[in-house]
């Protein structure tokens, strides 16, 4: 079964524009996850933030969490072609450092950037 | 350093085969997982190893089986494979399970069973 629900499933942007990906998710964490998949490649970790974080930054990517409503929001700012790919979260579920957790992924959210 | 490899990278089978997906990884890293990836469902695991010598059941584990050779080699073998397990099959590796470890991946290998 799936934690995290990605929001919307598809978006269509401007090269230029910022592009917002929103991921919820039912259960606590202890860290949630961002992914990138380009077509037809294995997934590429972009950035984690755990559960006592409120927002983190990494280039031209933001995420937030708000661990309140149980939701986490990606940001890429200034688009380009080349971050056309689909985008998943991916929850860890477990509090304790060591213990077997799984990430759980959601079915992503698929991301076109027009030149 | 050549990260997580996966082979074969395409695959055809016919209804009833068997196959081993292989996987290595040369990070050093304990944990080692299997995912398969559905149009629509995304990423669903099959199997990992959270550390040499471990296996356990993920989401869908039915009609697979594991072996952990060793630290780097992590495979999965279809027994007697069925369209249903028409997929594109990820290897994964992480510095551990748990506690914040992000996952690497492989490539993938996209299996056609008729």
């Known amino acids: 079964s799936q934690q995290g629900e990605e929001d919307p499933q598809a978006l269509s942007i401007q090269e230029g524009e910022n592009a917002t990906m929103n991921c919820s998710y039912k259960t606590s964490i202890n860290n949630l996850q961002w992914y990138r998949q380009n077509s037809g490649r294995g997934l590429v970790h972009l950035i984690l933030i755990r559960s006592n974080e409120r927002e983190k930054h990494s280039g031209r990517l933001r995420v937030t969490l708000d661990t309140s409503k149980k939701s986490s929001s990606l940001l890429i700012t200034a688009s380009r072609a080349a971050d056309t790919a689909s985008y998943f979260c991916a929850t860890d579920p477990n509090r304790y450092t060591g213990a077997n957790s799984k990430l759980t992924f959601g079915k992503g959210i698929t991301l076109s950037v027009r030149p | 350093n050549a990260g997580v490899t996966q082979t074969p990278k395409f695959q055809v089978l016919k209804t009833g085969q068997s196959m081993t997906l292989q996987c290595a990884q040369d990070?050093?890293?304990?944990?080692m997982y299997w995912y398969r990836q559905d149009p629509g469902m995304g990423l669903r695991l099959i199997y990992y190893?959270?550390?040499?010598?471990?296996?356990d059941k993920g989401e869908v584990p039915n009609g697979y089986n594991v072996s952990r050779l060793n630290k780097r080699e992590f495979s999965l073998r279809l027994e007697s494979a069925a369209p249903s397990q028409t997929s594109v099959y990820f290897c994964?590796?992480?510095?551990?399970?748990?506690?914040?470890?992000?996952?690497?991946f492989g490539p993938g290998t996209r299996l056609t069973v008729l």
């Open positions: 994964a590796s992480s510095v551990r399970a748990g506690g914040g470890s992000e996952q690497f």
């Open positions: 190893s959270a550390s040499e010598g471990t296996t």
């Open positions: 990070m050093n890293h304990n944990s």
